[in-house]
């Protein structure tokens, strides 16, 4: 993507190189809402749409923080930090246009960089993790270290350091505050809290297609007023969505995939949602309710 000179968030707390204990600790009210939220889930699995498979990859790898360590960050680093914020103003620019357009207000989410792990509203959250998004406090949180292991750990091919592929990440994510906002997450999960494992999961399933839809009619107006994305964006993107298909990630992992156990799509579905919404924008008649993201 050709971002040169755009403005960056100032909505990002950066706790990177800081340790767990550094920020301030988690209240009882967090660790109510944890609680409340791990229920509404039906498990205790925090994390997001390419959560799992790192998790299984990268376990035993990483290491907290030794306490109050602060380093220097490498130049790529600060150029991952740079992109993202980047990529998080061009989401509240087009997020608070198109809320007014449709005479409501869109309140900025913040993002949490950080390193191995942190407090969130929603328990502790891990490297492991993969991003995600917590509507306790209405952040994402992200390890930019797993931008690397986009490429070297799932195989996507992600062909310059400003890739698209990585853009999705962050739209995706703010894609669930989205769903926060419009009262989506709060009925699916009063919804889910009702169902077997099986039915919960498929109503997980349309969230996180929800969530690559909305990344995609982010994608849409970004490329509409700023033509920042290049073909080859779109297929790392493209590629992305792909291999973080529920099915592709079993398989993978497992040799075979179970259809019931996914949560996030299978890889067809998720590469339709993300070039769907990159087509059409058309986020607003588009909704959970209609049972079109069957
Ligand atoms: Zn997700």
């Avoid at 099986?198 to 839809?213: F, G, T």
Wanted: net charge negative; with cysteine; hydrophobic share 35%.
């Amino acid at each position: 993507m050709k971002l040169n000179g755009r403005r960056e968030s100032t909505n990002v707390e950066d706790r990177r190189g800081m340790s767990r204990g550094a920020k301030a600790g988690m209240g009882g009210i967090a660790g109510i809402i944890f609680a409340v939220i791990i229920t509404l889930m039906g498990g205790g699995n925090l994390g997001d749409a390419l959560g799992t498979v790192v998790q299984q990859q990268l376990q035993g790898q990483l290491q907290e923080q030794p306490a109050g360590n602060q380093r220097e960050f490498t130049e790529e680093e600060q150029a991952a930090a740079e992109f993202s914020k980047q990529i998080l103003a061009s989401l509240e620019e087009v997020w608070t246009a198109q809320f007014q357009q449709n005479g409501m207000r869109y309140e900025y989410p913040t993002m949490v960089l950080f390193t191995g792990s942190t407090s969130t509203a929603c328990g502790t959250g891990s490297s492991a993790m993969g991003p995600f998004y917590c509507s306790g406090d209405q952040k994402l949180y992200l390890d930019l270290s797993f931008f690397a292991s986009m490429s070297s750990q799932l195989g996507i091919s992600i062909s310059d350091k400003s890739s698209f592929a990585y853009a999705y990440v962050i739209a995706h994510e703010v894609g669930h505050h989205i769903e926060y906002l419009r009262g989506t997450l709060a009925k699916a999960h009063a919804k889910m809290n009702q169902l077997d494992k099986a039915s919960a999961n498929k109503i997980s399933v349309k969230l996180e297609l929800l969530a690559d839809y909305y990344a995609g009619c982010w994608a849409h107006y970004e490329q509409q007023k700023y033509g920042s994305l290049t073909e080859q964006d779109l297929a790392d993107a493209i590629d992305a969505a792909q291999k973080i298909g529920d099915d592709y990630l079993q398989k993978r992992s497992q040799g075979y995939a179970s259809p019931d156990s996914f949560t996030h799509g299978t890889s067809q579905q998720r590469m339709y949602w993300l070039k769907k919404g990159f087509e059409s924008g058309d986020w607003n008649t588009t909704t959970f309710d209609e049972g079109e993201l069957d």
